[in-house]
């Protein structure tokens, strides 16, 4: 007996043992995003680390990291039981980092105050004032029940439902409301696509060239297109898993520059063979964007200028990694009205009250079916031409997606944009439902 209860005392001690060098191993990735979502949830977004620990990041293993803040430097620091130190840094218009593998003092070096223009007008979509338009073919009291529903699944936080520029619907969780900005997660994507269909608007880049990276100039990434990169399509090793070490996870929480470890990814397949999902792709985009300037002040400038303010997403912040990169996979945090103004403008082609701020041919080409994808991917939007994300809504919705179930559905046949935000694991959230329900109440609509 005691030979037995010895053997599974090993047993045990070795399963414990293999699973703490499992969590020390990986530890980085999970204290990294605890510190970073609480630091941006807190100074960014102006929520409580109660709040955020208690449904953001209270799964395991994140919820194991120890978090705490220094207010007076709007730091987060959060660790392991000693292992995979993290901290997060709070600076001002650029968001939350975190240090990766710089120092606080090189991030901090640079500062920047953006310019903020007042809205043109005061109603809906050019100013946050409601108009009194009744639209005969919508069923008020149909639409309400839709997102009330919604709002009721999955900690859904925030559904907003705009018919063109006209009206605007709007519910909110507790916590929440019009001014609280929300992190979008991969929905920064469909925003890179936008600020470089400006710059490809303004002839600064095309599509079809090779992409400006010198790094790859004398190998064979070097005849990779701006267009395969847009699409997913460029061959680049990587591998897309925040369960586990991955080129996704080492690039957010170990990397200071986050742009120079995508860069230096190999080529593994022929261009516009295989389509996979990158977060480093995007970010390499992001990087093209910003080599476009010749210094970071010009480049936040542009960002903020030919884009967040041109089209009236004032209350957006575009979070920047420790070299003042934007984050273009990750970390956009805004308020649903800013999301929705985002869907705004594609679904009216580019056209933001009378400003072409992108050419329509780029609307166009955002939602066109990438090579390989089945139907599921555009440029930086995912696509609903399979059914597979929506099977019994409109085959031409086009969308911007974020992890835990961020969306900004775009229809351009019923002339609306469906938004919402929530933190949901699979099958909490029954999207085909809701926006199945919504369309439900255009009943009269033509």
């Not at 978090?67 to 392991?80: C, E, G, L, Q």
Request: with cysteine; aromatic share 12%; charged share 20%.
């Amino acid at each position: 007996m005691k030979k037995i209860l010895l053997i599974v005392l090993v047993l045990v001690l070795i399963a414990f043992g293999i699973l703490a060098k499992y969590l020390i191993d990986r530890a980085p990735i999970f204290t990294g995003f605890a510190a970073k979502n609480i630091a941006s949830g807190v100074f960014v977004a102006g929520r409580t680390q109660e709040s955020i620990e208690a449904i953001d990041i209270n799964f395991f293993p994140v919820n194991l990291a120890k978090t705490t803040i220094d207010y007076k430097n709007m730091t987060v620091t959060s660790d392991f039981f000693g292992f995979g130190k993290q901290v997060a840094i709070y600076r001002p218009h650029h968001g939350c980092c975190l240090l990766g593998d710089l120092t606080e003092e090189e991030i901090l070096k640079e500062s920047w105050t953006p310019k903020v223009h007042e809205l043109i007008n005061g109603f809906w979509p050019f100013g946050d004032d409601a108009r009194d338009t009744i639209l005969a073919f919508v069923n008020e009291a149909k639409l309400k029940k839709a997102m009330e529903d919604a709002l009721a699944q999955g900690n859904s936080r925030a559904i907003l439902v705009a018919y063109d520029t006209l009206k605007m619907w709007e519910v909110y969780g507790n916590g929440f409301d019009q001014n609280t900005p929300i992190l979008g997660w991969s929905m920064s994507k469909s925003i890179t696509n936008a600020m470089l269909g400006i710059l490809v608007k303004e002839g600064k880049l095309s599509l079809d060239m090779q992409a400006p990276i010198k790094e790859w100039n004398q190998d064979d990434r070097s005849k990779i297109t701006l267009k395969q990169l847009l699409t997913m399509n460029s061959g680049l090793k990587w591998v897309e898993d925040y369960g586990d070490i991955s080129e996704a996870t080492i690039m957010l929480y170990q990397k200071g520059n986050i742009a120079k470890y995508a860069v230096e990814a190999p080529r593994i397949y022929p261009a516009d063979s295989v389509w996979y999902y990158s977060s480093g792709t995007s970010n390499i985009l992001s990087e093209i964007i910003r080599r476009q300037f010749t210094s970071n002040q010009d480049y936040w400038n542009f960002m903020n200028e030919s884009f967040l303010q041109r089209i009236g997403m004032q209350h957006t912040t575009m979070e920047t990694d420790a070299t003042g990169l934007f984050v273009g996979s990750s970390y956009t945090y805004a308020p649903a009205r800013d999301w929705a103004r985002f869907g705004l403008l594609y679904l009216n082609q580019g056209i933001w009250r009378r400003d072409t701020v992108l050419d329509a041919s780029w609307v166009d080409f955002s939602r066109a079916e990438a090579p390989n994808s089945k139907g599921e991917y555009g440029a930086q939007f995912w696509l609903n031409k399979s059914g597979i994300e929506l099977p019994d809504a409109p085959r031409d919705i086009y969308f911007a997606d974020g992890y835990q179930g961020q969306r900004v559905y775009i229809i351009p046949s019923k002339k609306l944009v469906i938004v919402r935000f929530g933190v949901s694991k699979q099958g909490e959230f029954d999207y085909n439902k809701f926006v199945t329900s919504v369309l439900s109440a255009f009943e009269g609509q033509k």
